[in-house]
């Protein structure tokens, strides 16, 4: 069963990713799931509950391109495109991973989505331009 957004679902006006630091020193992202896309929503249920290929099927066509379209117009959050990328990390389909962190980039520059960006250069065996993420 796939959920689907509409466009304007989400609300663009708080579209700042929150970030904190861990008791660890490391730096920490404050997620709301109560303003979550429900797809996502149940692609984050179906992975803490280690059903990847569930995960995977609500990463659809449909859902994603309603996102993408919502970024190109401006009216997706942040918060939302960084959850995305965190989703595709998880199912290991890296290049759509790096795609979103990189949307993220552009809109709010943040150390922990560099970190990101660097993991998966390493996953896929780009270490030079892992390297550069480290940076």
């Known amino acids: ?10 609300d663009a006006n708080t579209s ?8 660890d020193g490391t ?3 404050d997620l709301s799931v109560d303003e979550m896309p429900q797809f996502l929503v149940a692609a984050y249920t179906a992975i803490s509950a280690g059903r990847i290929d569930e995960a995977g099927r609500l ?6 391109e309603t996102i993408r379209q919502m970024a190109e117009t401006n009216t997706c959050r942040t918060d939302v495109m ?4 965190l989703m595709f990390f998880s199912v290991k389909d ?23 960006l660097g993991r998966i250069c390493m996953l896929t ?9 480290r940076k």
């Open 1 to 10: 069963m796939s959920e689907t957004l509409t466009p304007g679902q989400v």
């Open 27 to 29: 730096p920490r992202i």
């Open 59 to 64: 990463l659809n066509e449909q859902n994603i």
């Open 94 to 116: 890296f290049h759509n991973s790096e795609r979103w962190f990189k949307e993220v980039l552009k809109r709010q520059p943040h150390a922990l989505v560099y970190r990101e």
């Open 82 to 85: 960084f959850m995305v990328a």
């Open 125 to 133: 065996g780009r270490t030079s331009e892992a390297m550069e993420y």
């Open 16 to 23: 700042q990713l929150q970030f904190t630091t861990g008791k």
